[in-house]
């Protein structure tokens, strides 16, 4: 298979926070390998800007450091030289004039212009208003957004409401990088390119649904943010929730920004409440070299958890009756991120009890090895009757698809050519980020007012014992995490 590389139009970006993790580790490694790949046209500018008084050489020495750590794929010198010489670095105070006229006498007339706050949330809305009062966002800039956005419903409007003084909403890219992965988009193909699953997606056919977002990493040197957060804020109100969404939405008239969008919010608005028995969180212990969650947020009474796996209802037509699981943690088994449908069973088995239950699975994996895998039941192979049993039908990408698996885009980078290109549609919209946070914080409110307590679980296990018992008593289990 050979992939086609269609060049997006020379742009001048802009990242505030350019010396941070985020644009360390995604971003810049990222847009690298999107140069690497011939994406990134010759004119393309990229300028690193954060309060640090750095020079260019400073920067793009910084630069390099983290494509050699983070680049990945096979590269030269050189290639690394000649995108260097697109990487210019500004000192920039987001809450200062500092830096803003150099700023400006940077952008160049006629190219796409975006900026990428990678810095706090606090600085979200000093950055839009000095990009206007410094003239240099135009009507066509685009500003791209990272999480988390606001920390519940009032946050999130507060911050909506202060973006839009400035920027129309579409200008604005609220970043899930989820959206960005290969299989994530590959479910919408699976869904609405074939004619095979579309008709058996609903509650008649598919007895319920899955979704794990499993970590192995603790909080590490997140802990004061963490603490403050938690696995249902961090995780679920985005990352989960676009998935559901994704799954569960009708199709869209067509594949566009708000076809899409106004599909996706139609889904978080029919979510039901999440009754407290359907709720269980969780909070790691100490296995013999990491400390215990509490002592890694170094607070000793915490009731952050990090750990949440819930059981919640979509109240519509095609959902009514069948049961969406959630369940996201850090220091579980295994770092595994997957989508499960669960079909029914067949109503009536012509081979018996002793045949025993089979359900067909539609796995989609987001990681490790992003794929797709179906359950399919078959024969057991050899004499001695009629014994059936469940075989994988696996398509992992990288083994479907060849070497255009290791070079497709990474989440980060994709969507950076997505706001280059101006394609909103796997980005979130102000109303999906406060209809979430709308189903999100009456859960939170819930636990809060019962001073409800998170239950301990063993480090690198599959979370709570709770959470095993609230598919257990719908006699249902959960996918094991490997
Ligand atoms: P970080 O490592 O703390 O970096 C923050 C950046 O902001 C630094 O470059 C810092 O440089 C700059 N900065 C701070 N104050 C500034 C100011 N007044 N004016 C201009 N620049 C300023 O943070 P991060 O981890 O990269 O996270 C950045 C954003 O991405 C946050 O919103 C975070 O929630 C989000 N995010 C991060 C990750 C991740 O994996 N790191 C994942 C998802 C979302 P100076 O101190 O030199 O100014």
């Known amino acids: 298979m050979v992939s086609r590389v269609i060049p997006v139009d020379p742009f001048d ?6 010396t941070g993790d985020l644009a360390t580790r995604k971003i810049l490694p990222g847009l690298f390998r999107r140069h ?3 994406q990134m046209p010759h004119e393309a500018q990229i300028i690193g800007a954060a309060r640090s008084e750095l020079s260019d050489e400073e920067y793009r020495d910084i630069v390099r450091a983290a494509i050699a750590e983070f680049g990945a794929i096979d590269h030269s010198d050189s290639d690394v030289d000649e995108f260097l010489s697109r990487v210019s670095y500004l000192h920039v105070d987001a809450k200062g004039s500092a830096g803003w006229a150099a700023l400006k006498s940077k952008m160049r007339d006629g190219y796409v212009r975006a900026f990428y706050f990678s810095v706090a949330p606090a600085l979200f809305g000093d950055l839009a208003e000095r990009l206007h009062e410094h003239d240099i966002a135009q009507r066509d800039s ?3 957004v990272e999480k988390p956005f606001g920390k519940d419903l009032e946050t999130a409007r507060a911050l909506n409401a202060t973006l839009a003084k400035h920027f129309r909403e579409d200008q604005i890219y609220r970043i899930d990088h989820y959206l960005g ?3 994530v988009q590959n479910l919408m193909a699976v869904r609405f390119g074939n004619m095979l699953f579309e008709p058996l997606w609903n509650a008649q056919f598919i007895d319920h649904i899955q979704i794990t977002v499993a970590e192995t990493v603790g909080v590490g040197g997140r802990g004061g943010y963490y603490d403050q957060s938690g696995a249902m804020r961090d995780m ?3 990352h989960l929730m676009q998935l559901l969404c994704l799954i569960a939405m009708e199709p869209p008239s067509k594949f566009d920004p708000d076809a899409v969008r106004d599909e ?3 889904v978080i608005r029919a979510l039901d409440p999440v009754e407290p028995h359907h709720l269980v969180r969780g909070q790691y212990s100490a296995d013999g070299e990491q400390p215990d969650y509490r002592s890694a947020v170094d607070n000793p009474r915490s009731r952050t958890e990090s750990f949440v796996a819930l059981k919640t209802h979509i109240s519509n037509w095609r959902w009514a009756g069948t049961p969406f699981y959630l369940r996201t943690g850090k220091r579980m088994r295994a770092r595994s991120s997957e989508i499960a449908v669960v079909f029914k069973e067949t109503p009536h088995s012509i081979f018996g009890p002793d045949a025993g239950s089979h359900r067909n699975a539609l796995v989609i994996r987001l990681q490790p090895d992003e794929g797709i895998t179906l359950d399919v039941t078959i024969k057991e192979p050899g004499p001695g009757g009629m014994r059936l049993v469940d075989v994988p039908l696996d398509m992992t990408f990288a083994e ?12 980060y980078e994709r969507l950076i050519m997505d706001v280059i290109r101006g394609n909103q549609t796997l980005f979130m919209r102000g109303d999906e980020v406060e209809a979430a946070w709308s189903w999100t914080d009456p859960i939170i409110q819930g636990w809060e007012a019962r001073n409800d307590v998170p239950k301990p679980y063993d480090s690198g296990s599959s979370g709570p014992e709770d959470a095993l018992m609230l598919l257990h008593r719908d006699g249902r289990k959960w996918r094991e995490i490997r």
């Open 400 to 411: 479907a698809l060849g070497p255009d698996a290791e070079t497709a885009p990474e989440a």
């Open 142 to 144: 685009r500003i791209v």
């Open 13 to 18: 970006l802009t990242i505030f926070g350019g």
């Open 264 to 266: 996706k919010l139609k």
């Open 181 to 183: 992965k290969e299989t």
């Open 36 to 38: 690497l790949s011939g």
């Open 236 to 238: 679920v109100q985005n």
